[in-house]
Each structure stands twice: as structure tokens, then as C-alpha cells.
T-cell receptor
Framework: AQSVAQPEDQVNVAEGNPLTVKCTYS??????LFWYVQYPNRGLQVLLK??????LVKGSYGFEAEFNKSQTSFHLKKPSALVSDSALYFC???????????????FGTGTQLKVEL | EAEVAQSPRYKITEKSQAVAFWCDPI?????LYWYRQILGQGPELLVQ????????DSQLPKDRFSAERLKGVDSTLKIQPAELGDSAMYLC?????????????FGQGTRLTVV
């Protein structure tokens, strides 16, 4: 069964500093990976996705993520954090081989990012 | 910008009562998902529709939960009877098709509190 681990419940960073939110996954075969962000009182929004190709994926709001197959990781990064980046971030994975069940999207438990002045 | 619409936004119900949530996906999206997000956890898929057909309901507690998408457009998720442990955020999402690389768009959710 596929799974996603986000080892940090919360990440605190000062504005202007780089940020990293960690994600590791477990899936048979080549994964499709996503990062979603959840702002208060708003729905989940996709930030970026890795399907195939370049291991460094660029997404919305200056975020990027690096797919590392050997370490089964897909860490979210941003060179310079903003206070407005404070939100709940979810890593998610699909196993492209699971066709009968509709390619279920499995989420991690989420990481609360807090960016302070 | 097209959005997934959900109602109500908030619902408080008593234990053993029935409750229903409604979702209207983005126009043209064939795939519709219902997720449950318990506080402190990631969303968990309850049921997935392709048009009007259920393609995955393996995590749906079928003794009390039901879901339908009769015309392949909007959908209703029902709980009867509600239990205290059902308190959670219920999220609806839709995607254009069922493929693994397709992006799912989420609504704002319905926050259910069972008292």
C-alpha cells in the first residue's frame, strides 16, 4: 500500500530565510507526487506536481520541490520565505499502476509552516 | 475562476441524527472525490466517482455512510446515524479525468461537529 510521511508537525522559519518541508513516500513503481497547501478557511490548492522528467519541479508562489528516487523523498523548498506562506502543507502521492481503484491520492499528515518577522 | 462548491460550510448535529453534505464539482469534471480530514491528519479518501459510477469506496463505512452522484454532476454524502467520531472536515474534490497525473481541485469543505 502506498503511504506518505511528513516527519515534522510544524516548521518555523524567519521571513527571508530559506524553508524546507520534508516528505518521504512509499509506493511500488514510479510515483506521481503532489504538494498541496491549505490556508485557513480555504480549500486545498495544488502547489506543484511531479509526473516525470526533471527532478526539480517549480510551482506556484516561488515554491519548488526536488524528487529524489533513491531517497524516496520529495521535499518542498523556497529560497526566501514570506509571512504569507504560513499555512498547512500536505504532500500526496498516486501510484500510477493502481488503475482499477482509480489511482487514489494518498496524503501525508501535514506540516504547519509558520513564517515570522 | 471555476471552483468546487460545497454546502453547508459548517454543520452541528446531534449524535444519532442524519446529516447530508452537497458538492458541485467544476463543470466538465468527470471524476469526483469525497475525503474526510480529521483534525491533525491528512485527508483520507472516502469515495470516488467516475461520472455517476463509484470506482472506489473501500474506505467508506457503508453501515452509516452513503454517497450518490445520480446524474454524474453534483453529489451528496450522507451519514445516518451520526456518531461522535464522525466530527471532521468533509472535503469534496473534482478532476477532469481519472488518470494518475490529473490534478484534483478541492472545495472549502464542510466542518461537521457531532455533539
Amino acid at each position: 500500500a502506498q503511504s506518505v510521511a511528513q516527519p515534522e508537525d510544524q516548521v518555523n522559519v524567519a521571513e527571508g530565510n530559506p524553508l524546507t518541508v520534508k516528505c518521504t513516500y512509499s509506493v511500488s513503481g514510479n510515483p506521481y507526487l503532489f504538494w498541496y497547501v491549505q490556508y485557513p478557511n480555504r480549500g486545498l490548492q495544488v502547489l506543484l506536481k511531479y509526473i516525470t522528467g526533471d527532478n526539480l519541479v517549480k510551482g506556484s508562489y516561488g515554491f519548488e520541490a526536488e524528487f529524489n528516487k533513491s531517497q524516496t523523498s520529495f521535499h518542498l523548498k523556497k529560497p526566501s520565505a514570506l509571512v504569507s506562506d504560513s499555512a498547512l502543507y500536505f504532500c500526496a502521492v498516486r501510484d500510477p499502476r493502481v488503475t482499477g481503484g482509480g489511482n487514489k491520492l494518498t496524503f501525508g499528515t501535514g506540516t504547519q509552516l509558520k513564517v515570522e518577522l | 475562476e471555476a471552483e468546487v462548491a460545497q454546502s453547508p460550510r459548517y454543520k452541528i448535529t446531534e449524535k444519532s441524527q442524519a446529516v447530508a453534505f452537497w458538492c458541485d464539482p467544476i463543470s466538465g469534471h468527470a471524476t469526483l472525490y469525497w475525503y474526510r480530514q480529521i483534525l491533525g491528519q491528512g485527508p483520507e479518501l472516502l469515495v470516488q466517482f467516475q461520472d455517476e459510477s463509484v470506482v472506489d469506496d473501500s474506505q467508506l463505512p457503508k453501515d452509516r455512510f452513503s454517497a450518490e452522484r445520480l446524474k454524474g454532476v453534483d453529489s451528496t454524502l450522507k451519514i445516518q446515524p451520526a456518531e461522535l467520531g464522525d466530527s471532521a472536515m468533509y472535503l469534496c474534490a473534482s478532476s477532469l479525468y481519472r488518470g494518475p497525473n490529473t490534478e484534483a481541485f478541492f472545495g472549502q469543505g464542510t466542518r461537521l461537529t457531532v455533539v
